[in-house]
């Protein structure tokens, strides 16, 4: 029994010298985000897991473009696909740098309001970031809404509303480097006005430019 109670102390001691050593999360600096916004694809996950997500960002002359697919469950409850795919094309406006919180924050504005509005909508059978040979094209993000809408008897004006409450306004972005198996790094995206929170964990295989 005294040999097996030596034996757990020595561990518990290692452990916690080993848990005082290990490196702790590193928040992006500047030029970590000068690097995520360069030609190259970063591929994601949300916290919780319900979403999965690929940015595509190149260069159009001096323009810095993304091509954003995000795979989502369905919001419809009367679709026979189970998941949505949204891809989003639009030209990257990348914000200031906020040496306080040391993160990126960008104000959104009409025209992510119609970059949102004009992204395309696919219905699928899996929840893979990238178009399936079976996925099913249903047209614009707005219109498949729209049709939603007036199939479930709800009002377009409130989806309108709904709409720019969810994209206007200050977004900020603050990431770090994390100690994980598979991913890479994570940003939190907080929409200022509300607060509410999104989650991207970026997996490792990310091609950083």
């Known amino acids: 029994m ?18 005082q050593t290990e490196p702790k999360r590193r928040a992006f600096i500047e030029a ?24 595509a960002f190149s260069r159009r002359g001096r323009d810095l473009m993304l091509k954003h697919t995000e795979a989502m469950p369905k919001w419809d409850p009367g679709s026979l696909y189970p998941f949505v795919k949204v ?18 924050v960008y104000r959104a504005n009409e025209a992510d309001v119609e970059a949102k509005k004009n992204a395309v909508v696919w219905l699928s059978n899996n929840k893979r970031p990238e178009i399936s040979a079976n996925d099913a094209r249903v047209g614009t993000l707005w219109g498949y809404n729209v049709s939603l809408a007036k199939r479930y008897r709800t009002d377009v004006n409130q989806l309108e509303a709904w709409l720019r409450r969810e994209t206007m306004g200050i977004v900020s972005m603050g990431c770090e480097f994390v100690r994980d198996a598979t991913y890479e790094f994570e940003c939190v995206h907080t929409h200022l006005e509300d607060g509410a929170k999104q989650i991207h964990r970026y997996l490792k295989r990310t091609d950083m430019g």
């Open 32 to 55: 970590d985000y000068a690097t995520f916004f360069s030609p190259g694809i970063r591929q994601y996950a949300t916290e919780p897991a319900e979403r999965q997500g690929i940015l």
């Open 87 to 104: 891809i989003l094309s639009n030209k990257v406006e990348i914000g200031s740098w906020d040496n306080t919180t040391k993160a990126r």
């Open 2 to 19: 005294r040999i097996a109670m030596t034996l757990a102390l020595s561990l518990a001691l290692a452990f916690q010298a080993a848990a």
